[in-house]
């Protein structure tokens, strides 16, 4: 792994940071007071070119690496989270699962708007029985005729209602006692999908997250993401890659509390203190061990190489990086920290959910064992 950074990525980061603090930040208190979800900052993402940064030119992509992806949920997150979770909801798990088990047909009618940012895609596995535990899924997907008939609900889709395109996991071939299952694009206005009501939250609160419910859903057979019998397989490992999109948000609300202290101005007398040294030195240095666990994963991605592994170490670290250091950000500011209109409290909730999503981190530390495990025989 090359320790540098291309003038590329610089440039990238730079455009990212400028539009980030110019067109987010400036609303990102209020959105989240309101729980708003602003669908102009995703048309605007996909104007400058970044809905799709890392699939083919062909597909409408621009055809960057995932580290390149990675920084830019960095910078978005490092001002408003709700904007780093749902891009990264969008490209890793959305965009991703149809770029990979996509048939041309479907990468020409989905894929390529979705890159382009004319359409948004959001992921559907969890359900009210079946979170960590996702092989306990219930939806049901029947085969009639050209088409199969979804059956049952799905839990906290982010994205959900405001996309226009969604990856639905669930089971086929009923009748078998081993389960079977099998991923679908369905489409926002497909006769049976019915969204449900949207979910209030501690953290993230102007991305929206929402329940779907399948009441004998029609979707056309050559909808079928993927062979019949390769959904779970297509879930996990999208969680691979999402994972990384993921610690990469978590960096940044924790690049952004450091900011939010280091910004904190006149009559914060402990800016000079020992104290204050101590903890912005320990906030920094654990922020920049996150960032290159993060950068490393992507890098391995981008290189064709197993990421797994490293992908859930980034989650993990990176996660808890956020929410110490919000913490942290919150002491630092004392009361001011606990007000409102001050940052780092919004900041300390966006942190704690990134222990929660794509794999709580108690799931992670699983996955980190049991690939350190299949790697030592
Ligand atoms: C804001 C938000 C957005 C989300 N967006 C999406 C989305 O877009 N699409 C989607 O499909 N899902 C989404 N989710 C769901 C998320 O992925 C699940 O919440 C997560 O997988 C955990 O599932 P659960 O909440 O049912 O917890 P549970 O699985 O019930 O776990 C409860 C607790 O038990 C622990 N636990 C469970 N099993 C084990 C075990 N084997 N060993 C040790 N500890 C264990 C967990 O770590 C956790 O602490 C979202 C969730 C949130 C909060």
Redesign the pocket.
């Known amino acids: 792994m090359h320790l540098s950074y291309t003038a590329d990525q610089q440039d990238i980061r730079t455009k990212v940071r400028e539009f980030a603090l110019k067109e987010i930040e400036p609303t990102s208190g209020e959105r989240d007071d309101e729980e708003r979800f602003d669908r102009v900052i995703f048309d605007r993402i996909g104007e400058l070119g970044w809905s799709g940064l890392p699939w083919p030119k062909a597909y409408g992509g621009a055809g960057a690496d995932f580290l390149t992806y990675a920084m830019v949920i960095e910078e978005l997150s490092r001002v408003c989270a709700s904007t780093g979770v749902m891009l990264s909801?969008h490209t890793s798990l959305a965009s991703w699962a149809i770029h990979t088990y996509g048939t041309e047909a479907q990468k020409g009618t989905y894929l390529k708007s979705l890159t382009e940012g004319k359409l948004l895609g959001?992921?559907?596995?969890?359900e009210s029985d079946s979170?960590?535990?996702a092989g306990s899924m219930r939806t049901t997907a029947t085969k009639e005729g050209d088409a199969y008939l979804l059956n049952g609900s799905?839990l906290?889709?982010?994205n959900g209602g405001e996309a226009e395109v969604y990856i639905v996991f669930a089971v086929t071939d009923v009748a078998n006692k081993q389960k079977s299952y099998t991923a679908f694009i369905v489409e926002k206005g497909f006769p049976g999908l019915i969204f449900g009501s949207k979910e209030k939250?501690l953290g993230?609160r102007s991305s929206t997250?929402m329940e779907l419910r399948f009441e004998d859903c029609r979707v056309p057979a050559e909808n079928r993401l993927g062979p019949e019998g390769e959904g779970f397989h297509i879930a996990m490992r999208s969680l691979d890659g999402g994972r990384i999109g993921i610690a990469a948000q978590a960096t940044g609300i924790a690049q952004g509390a450091l900011d939010a202290v280091l910004a904190y101005g006149a009559g914060f007398d402990a800016r000079s203190s020992e104290m204050f040294e101590a903890h912005s030195s320990e906030m920094a240095t654990h922020i920049e061990a996150a960032r290159l666990l993060t950068y490393q994963a992507a890098w391995r991605k981008s290189q064709g190489l197993t990421y797994g592994k490293q992908a859930a170490i980034a989650k993990l670290f990176a996660s808890d990086t956020a929410v110490k250091v919000c913490l942290r950000a919150v002491q630092l500011c004392g009361i001011a920290g606990c007000l409102k209109d001050r940052k780092v409290e919004r900041y300390l909730r966006d942190a704690k959910?990134t222990q929660?999503?794509?794999?709580?981190n108690?799931?992670q530390r699983?996955v980190i064992s049991r690939l350190l495990l299949s790697e030592s025989t």
């Open positions: 909801v959001a992921y559907c596995l969890t979170g960590s535990d799905k906290f889709v982010t939250k993230i997250t959910v929660i999503y794509e794999g709580t108690e799931i699983i």
